[in-house]
């Protein structure tokens, strides 16, 4: 059973960058998409992006410019890098497993998520 | 605002049917498969329903779903106090190319 866990701080200053890691066990990284997916407090869900295994990566078009997903195959880890944070940043972040194809997005595995606050 | 609109909550009695709905466009539902999650209090979300209609193994047949033309729909019968949660719609948006998902539903089983 695939399992992920998110790490990183939880505290982040305005204007720095935001960096999570996702640490990925009971199988294997390769063969697979990844995503990010974030949670502001009261609201829905937002897709920050993706990234196969090999490297590739899309990222939500609103985010965009900040955004930087990579993958590290030889420790079954992929991360994310969020620059330039503001208030608007706070949320709880999701890393997932996505099955993604031709019309077909969903996330199959969720971890547990992560609370990022973003304040002086 | 979502690109995917859902009521922001529903209700029923215990043992009772209800519906949810998501509607989105071209670009979105009427195109793409559409997948549903369920988000318990202090939880993350889990999967419901992918490719418009099928469930994971875990997931009950209690749990339903269809889509026509640009809108989707969830379906749970058998209401249990265990499925008070927020539900979420999700698909992919070829015109935005990103993937996109609903504001969320609260169902309360009264």
């Known amino acids: 059973q695939v399992q992920l866990q998110e790490s990183g701080p939880g505290l982040v200053k305005p204007s720095e960058t935001l960096s999570l890691i996702c640490s990925v066990s009971g199988g294997p990284i390769s063969s697979y998409y990844w995503s990010w997916i974030r949670q502001s407090p009261g609201k829905g869900l937002e897709w920050i992006g993706y990234m196969y295994y090999s490297g590739a990566t899309d990222y939500n078009p609103s985010l965009k410019s900040r955004v930087t997903l990579s993958v590290d195959t030889s420790k079954n880890q992929f991360s994310l890098r969020l620059r330039s944070v503001t208030a608007a940043d706070t949320a709880v972040y999701y890393c997932a497993r996505l099955r993604y194809i031709v019309r077909r997005f969903y996330v199959d595995v969720w971890g547990k998520g992560t609370t990022v606050t973003v304040s002086s | 605002q979502s690109v995917l609109t859902q009521p922001p909550s529903v209700s029923a009695a215990p043992g009772q049917k209800v519906t949810i709905s998501c509607s989105g466009s071209s670009s979105n539902i009427a195109n793409n498969y559409v997948s549903w999650y369920q988000q318990l209090p202090g939880t993350a979300p889990k999967l419901l329903i992918y490719d418009n209609n099928k469930r994971p193994s875990r997931i009950p047949d209690r749990f339903s779903a269809s889509t026509s033309g640009t809108s989707a729909t969830l379906g749970i019968t058998g209401l249990q106090t265990g499925d008070e949660a927020d539900y979420y719609c999700?698909?992919?948006?070829?015109?935005?190319?990103?993937?996109?998902f609903g504001g969320g539903t609260k169902l309360t089983v009264l």
């Open positions: 999700g698909t992919w948006d070829s015109s935005l190319s990103a993937g996109v």
